[in-house]
């Protein structure tokens, strides 16, 4: 069983769905820090003037845990949202058809915790995606101890994990050796990112998903899926993953 584990993304980009579309299980890493301006929270979209933030205003104490990081809703960040999406890609090929998605996100209801956020929103792109395979869990209601390595590992056996597919910098941190002595395969992924027609001029690589849906409609797991290797680590082996 392939098994991928990373904290909540807000509208993440291609290469975050790969991995999602290429395992069996994806566990979301609900158990860890909050990482102030990193992909938690925003993401990237393309405009007529290059890409811009979208940014989900938060209430977070310092070294919160992803749980309890609260969503500023004093500010109309949801309205200015869609206002955006509306704006830069309203006459791309497919934006009306996945509109009614995409609209329910930013208007359907209110989002107190930025983890709730994230966890419909990715589950809507995979709908849109057409991912249908995965399975999903969090982190914290499989409650594996451990830190760094050792609770990634220790979540790998929780869910009988036989290939662990990680992030690329995941070979930063991962102690090969106990997965390898656990049985468990590493693989490394290395994301070749597909170009494909884009509004606005030039293609601008590293947008969030939705860039990819109003673009490419239904084809935009096909592309996303483009030129990547397979998965092929036999259990206990190291292997990196194109």
């Given amino acids: 069983m392939i098994v991928t584990i990373s904290q909540p993304r807000y509208l993440p980009w291609l290469g975050y769905f790969h ?7 994806f566990i979301y890493l609900d158990t860890v820090q909050y990482t102030p ?12 003037r290059g890409w811009t933030w979208l940014t ?36 791309a ?3 009306q058809f996945f509109e009614k998605q995409l609209r329910a996100l930013y208007e359907g209801q209110r989002w107190d915790r930025l983890l709730d956020l994230n966890i ?19 982190a914290s209601e499989i ?43 590493v693989c490394y992924q290395e994301y070749r990112h597909p170009q494909y027609g884009q509004l606005h001029g030039e293609f601008e690589p590293f947008m969030a998903v939705v860039d990819l849906l109003f673009n490419c409609g239904p084809k935009s797991l096909e592309v996303l899926m483009k030129d990547q290797d397979p998965i092929e680590a036999p259990q206990g082996t190291v292997k990196h993953h194109g």
């Fill in 19 to 25: 991995r999602i579309a290429t395992s069996d299980l």
């Fill in 143 to 185: 409650g594996a101890g451990g830190t760094g390595s050792k609770m990634i590992l220790n979540l790998c056996k929780a869910v009988g994990a036989t290939v662990y597919l990680s992030g690329s910098q995941g070979a930063n941190y991962l102690d090969e050796a106990e997965f390898r002595d656990a049985g468990v395969g």
């Fill in 56 to 91: 989900v205003p938060v209430k977070a104490d310092y070294r919160a845990l992803i749980p309890a990081v609260l969503i500023d809703n004093e500010q109309a960040w949801q309205q200015k949202h869609w206002r955006t999406l509306k704006t830069y890609y309203g006459s």
């Fill in 37 to 48: 301006r990193d992909w938690e929270n925003r993401n990237k979209v393309k405009t007529d």
């Fill in 93 to 95: 090929p497919y934006f």
């Fill in 120 to 138: 419909s929103a990715t589950q809507v792109m995979c709908e849109c995606l057409g991912i249908t395979q995965a399975r999903f869990a969090k």
